[in-house]
């Protein structure tokens, strides 16, 4: 007699695994951990591709990498403890930035919660600030709506990192709940098109203007509003800015493009919205390194506010008129809405500042990092992504290499993570294939330089170009201007040799010390498509970003070369 | 898939200087004091979510009352789905409006309403242990009439007093009993409710 085989149950870590699949997840980063087993366990018999960091913090920007270049929500897999604590870096960058992501964590079980059980940390708790939603799962039959709720949350409106506690008994015990397709959230609620009314109002103030500025954020990026902006932008002949974030939204080799704009923006950008008679941030947030001293702030301006997150209004500067709306379709519908401005004059004045504001660095004593990331830009990197870490670096690639396309600018702005360049380079490449370079400075790169090991393994494109100048260079510089060369935890001694690093991961590297060598590494680098690559480019030690707004100056207080006199410490938020 | 948000992008639209919804008023500041009333769902942590919008901003609520709702017409909310937090807190009012956007920001919140400058009914509960020998008895019992309080515990050396009323009027009950030498004073916080049809 054939005893009939009992049908398998699914288990709760079954579930949430089945859930990611049914979300269309494609790859899950993560370090797993006692209290994660069960939904290891459940990623043998799945099709997502796991791929296993070095720290938990690279797996978290490894997400948010993948989702800045794709749209798509990361996810991220970690166990209970400190496998949570070491994402809280990575939630708060993607919560800072408007990045969709999902973390699940393991918990203990549930009898122990609050125990002080091994690996145990209030991680709901400990989260609650750097999340967009967070849940904790008590019951296996939770799943389903759980994870269909939060993948909504993490992807719709402003989007943001979801979290999910998972315990460990309620993953490994069964879950027959049925599978969610509906969300029913009465208290979440997102715009998506613009009042008539307060279209029509926009175009009327827009109509009265001789001299406006568009300025670009990242929701254009995310909502990929960057064709209605340049249609707008030609239809009324007003020249566009963008944030660091925004890069990429419009394409920054455009006529009307002007670049950059704010603390280290180019200084035609910043001479343009210093007198401009009216901004118009499209997903933006009139953020503290843009704005500058804000009671000076384009005080005689009229503001206009396009934004998804109806928080953001009013936060900072009082607009004249805000539509909640995706940039997308605010802009689309606002364009038949406008005609040609009176720009003439105006757009005369912004090419007389082009001229005689260029980007410009010295081309003696030494190899110069804008020189680098010049004939990165000119060599080809637009076709590339570039992620980069945070500092120096991050602002002359920022100025130095424009970008064309939407999602190919990756940098951590909101919350200024240094360490997130190399593991975002890495998720961005995985994603999508397109090479990626990733500009990282000497300080951040060694943050979160264990996922060599990852980007070897994953055979990633990643082409690492590590700007070394043996200094923590954006802090020696404020110690420089501001407090009279004092340095203070600004020495990177003690640097490895960063060839010889990627050697024994078996990855191929190449040192440029000289400016004549810099095309040759940066063609080699281009054309090795194996897996990933880095050059050590050592830079001069001591070097400006330039044009600068010091935190807390008005945009008249602007310098754009090392000023002759002691500079007073700046008193704008850092 | 169908998503069930109630899409209110029109309910958004504001202009500068009001709050999110049509009926807040954020820009009479006239009482010291801004009373906020939320509807919020009943899930873990949603408490600390809300005060997080104040203790981040270094703010702190002066009361703050949670019970249960009733199910709400139109949500089809099972009975225990929904809690009420009323929250009394001071604020200048462009900090108010960023709280309530906030407020309105959270997935959990349902609603977030600044009463302040409405015409609502609002009440507190005190509770008032007073020592109270013979000769205070009948003074004490006299002010107890005036305010409609009652007498709830009636011993030899103290007597329970609970009070139900307007804010303004328990201070100034309380006020009154302090020099018979007030032992212990609890208060509930205040809870309010707009007049008429509209929301709360």
Known sequence: MVTPTPQKVSSGGDKVVQCLEREGVEVVYGYSGGAAMPIFDALVDSRIKFVLTRHEQGAAHMADGYARATGKPGVVLVTSGPGATNCVTGLLTALMDSVPMIVLTGQTITSMLGKDAFQEADVTGITYPVVKHSYLIKEAAEIPRVMREAFHIATTGRPGPVLIDLPKDVTQGPCTAPFVDTVNLPGYHVPDRPARALLEKTAALLAKSRRPVLYVGHGAVISNAGQAILQLATTLGAPIVNTLLGKGACTEDHPLHLGMLGMHGTAYANRAVEHCDLIMAIGARWDDRITGKLSEFCPEATKIHVDIDVAEFNKVVRPDVCLAADARLAIEELVPLVRKLDTADWLKEIAGWRRQYPLKYARKGGLRAQHVLDRLDTLGGRDCIITTDVGQHQMWAAQFCRTTRNRHWISSGGAGTMGFGFPAAIGAAMATGTPTWCVVGDGGFQMTVAELATAKLQKAPVKILVINNHYLGMIRQWQELFFDNRLSGADLEGNPDFVKLAAAYDIPGKRVTRAGDVDKAIKWAMAYNEGPCLIDAEVVKEDNVFPMIPAGAPYSGMIVERPKVKMEKPTGST | ?200
């Not at chain 2, 942590?45 to 104040?54: A, E």
């Not at chain 2, 400058?117 to 509770?127: F, K, N, R, T, Y």
Request: aromatic letters at 4%.
């Open chain 2, 1 to 200: 898939m169908s998503t069930i948000t109630e899409p209110r992008g029109a309910e958004f639209e504001l202009d500068p200087g009001k709050a999110p919804r049509r009926h807040v008023v954020t820009d009479v500041v006239t009482a010291p004091l801004h009373t906020i009333s939320l509807l919020v769902r009943n899930k873990p942590g949603v408490l600390v979510r809300v005060s997080l919008v104040f203790s981040r901003r270094g703010y702190n609520m002066e009361s703050l009352v949670v019970s249960p709702a009733l199910s709400i017409a139109g949500l089809g909310a099972a009975p225990g789905e929904f809690s009420r937090m009323t929250i009394t807190c001071s604020g200048d009012p462009d900090t108010l409006e960023q709280i309530i956007k906030q407020f309105e920001k959270l997935v959990d919140v349902v609603h977030a309403i600044d009463h302040t400058g409405q015409p609502v009914i609002e009440s507190e509960l005190a509770l008032v242990k007073i020592k109270a020998g013979l000769r205070e008895r009948t003074e004490l019992l006299q002010i107890a009439e005036n305010f409609k309080a009652k007498v709830v515990d009636f011993g030899a050396e103290s007597l329970i007093m609970r009070c139900a009323s307007e804010t303004e009027k328990l201070d100034a009950f309380v006020n009154l009993l302090k020099p018979f030498g007030i032992i212990e004073l609890v208060r509930s916080g205040k809870i309010l409710m707009a007049r008429g049809l509209d929301a709360t």
